[in-house]
């Protein structure tokens, strides 16, 4: 996948780390992502899925909408699980704007 530089990209970083330790390989196989805007915050929404490898991805798919995803100059305001299943999964993203 091919997404611009930015809090998107530093947020797959963020997703790959925390997957890393759960010894769960990630792959971005598909993305929709939107603009999002309040009168107070603007982000974007996103909706990835992944394909899953290796470690325990479903403890890891579990502690996903609770972890911690350092993103510089954003910050994750809503994340869950939509639809998963032993090798994939549809994460969606709510990621804000740190201004």
Same mark, same amino acid.
């Given at each position: 996948?091919?997404?611009?530089?930015?809090?998107?990209?530093?947020?797959?970083?963020?997703?790959?780390?925390?997957?890393?330790?759960?010894?769960?390989?990630?792959?971005?196989?598909?993305?929709?992502?939107?603009?999002?805007?309040?009168?107070?915050? @603007?982000?974007?929404?996103?909706?990835?899925?992944?394909?899953?490898?290796?470690?325990?991805?479903?403890?890891?798919?579990?502690?996903?909408?609770?972890?911690?995803?350092?993103?510089?100059?954003?910050?994750?305001?809503?994340?869950?699980?939509?639809?998963?299943?032993?090798?994939?999964?549809?994460?969606?993203?709510?990621?804000?704007?740190? @201004?």
């Amino acid at each position: 996948m091919n997404f611009h530089l930015g809090a998107i990209a530093r947020l797959l970083r963020a997703l790959h780390q925390n997957a890393e330790t759960y010894q769960v390989a990630i792959e971005v196989i598909g993305h929709e992502e939107q603009p999002w805007a309040s009168a107070t915050f @603007a982000g974007h929404r996103l909706r990835l899925t992944l394909a899953l490898g290796g470690g325990d991805r479903q403890c890891w798919l579990s502690a996903l909408p609770l972890a911690e995803l350092p993103v510089r100059g954003a910050f994750v305001a809503d994340l869950h699980v939509e639809h998963r299943t032993e090798d994939t999964a549809r994460v969606a993203i709510l990621l804000i704007d740190d @201004a």
